[in-house]
C-alpha cells in the first residue's frame, strides 16, 4: 500500500511515528482485547455508547470484544436497505458488520484501517458470521482506497481524533461521498484547551 | 468545492470514566460524542450555507 506524502498537518508532529504507535496500540487490542486500556472495550463500551442489544445479535465475539469506538454512528440516522456505507477506521469490524446487516444484500459497506491485526480480524469475522456484503481494505483515513462519489453513509468511531489531519481526513469523507450523502461519526471533544506541547505528544494521542 | 452542511452534535457524555486504565481524558475534559453533516446537494446550498454562518471561515486551499 502506498502512503500518501505527509499532509501539511496543522501541528509540528512526526506523523509516520504517530500512525506507528496507533497501529501499536490497537494492534494490542486486537490481539489481546481483554487486557484492559485506557478506554473501554467490547460490550461494556457498547452499553456505554448506547449499542441496542440487537444489533450484537449474530456479529462474532471476536469483533464485538475489540470495539474501541467512542460513540454510536447508528443513533444518527437510518442505514437504510440498499444503501453503500464506507467505515473509516473499521477495526475488529462490528460497526461493519452491524452496517452490513442494515443495508442487506442489495447494499454494501467498505470498510477500512491501517492496522493489519485489526483487518485480519474483521476479516475472520464477516467470514465466520457469513455475512458477505462487506469488504475491508487496508488504507489511511487520509487516503481512502474508495472511489469518489461511491457512499451513501460515511460511518466512522472514534478514528478521527488520531489523525492530526482532519482536514485531509474529513475532505476523503467528503470525496467518497455522492452528492448529499452523510457523516454519521463518533468521535470526542475536549473542553480545556490543549497546549501545543501536548499536541506534540505522541503519547496524549494515544492514552 | 462544496463541502458539509447540517452539521449537528447529537449527543456528548463521559465515555472514559472507569476504564481499566487511567488517562489523560480527565486533564482535557475528553467526551465522546456523535455528529452528523451532509455534503452539500450543490454549489448554491454549499455558498448559501457559509453565507449563513455567523462566524469567520478561513480562506480556501
Known sequence: MAEPARPAAPIDLDVDALRAAIR?????VALDPGRGFHFHTGRTLAAIVGYEEGWLEGIP????ESFAGTGNPFSLGVIAPGERVVD?????GIDSLIAARM??????VVGVDMTPAMLERARRAAAESGIENVEFRKGLMEALPVEDGWADVVIS???LNLTPDKG????????????GGRVQIGDILVEREVSEASKRNIDLWTG | ??????????????????APQSSSAEKFGTQGINFQARKAASEAEWDAALAALGC????PG
Open chain 1, 24 to 28: 501499536k496500540e490497537y494492534e494490542t
Open chain 1, 61 to 64: 465475539e471476536s469483533s464485538i
Open chain 1, 88 to 92: 473509516v477506521g473499521s477495526g475488529g
Open chain 1, 103 to 108: 443495508v442487506g444484500p442489495e447494499g454494501c
Open chain 1, 157 to 159: 468511531n472514534g478514528v
Open chain 1, 168 to 179: 485531509r481526513a474529513l475532505g476523503e469523507m467528503h470525496r467518497v461521498l455522492r452528492t
Open chain 2, 1 to 18: 468545492m462544496a463541502g458539509f452542511v447540517d452539521f449537528e452534535i447529537t449527543w456528548r457524555a463521559s465515555v472514559f470514566a472507569g
Open chain 2, 56 to 59: 469567520e471561515t478561513p480562506p
